[in-house]
């Protein structure tokens, strides 16, 4: 899977990193793994970055409605698989 970036802004980057490996992998736990980072530094992450994860169902919840996601996803890149 390759990640396309429109720009170097870290924080955009590190969201849909996030964003990418929790859809990806369907866990915390391991999306976590596939970050090669701990699951308690990918949920700081995911409070940090406003990410709204639905447990049960293993996916992101709509983000549109806040301002800040929405500021941030208009700069994010494409995802390319």
């Known amino acids: 899977m390759h990640i ?12 849909l ?3 990418t490996a929790l859809t ?4 915390i736990v391991e999306a976590a793994k596939l970050l090669g980072i701990t699951r308690h530094a990918l949920k ?15 996916r992101i919840m709509d983000t549109a409605s806040d301002s800040r996601v929405a500021a941030g996803a208009s700069a994010a890149a494409a995802v390319a698989v």
């Open 4 to 15: 396309v970036l429109d720009n170097y802004n870290l924080t955009v980057a590190e969201r």
């Open 44 to 58: 700081r992450r995911i409070i940090k970055h406003g990410i709204r994860w639905n447990r049960e169902g293993g």
């Open 24 to 27: 990806t992998a369907g866990s």
């Open 17 to 19: 990193l996030c964003e």
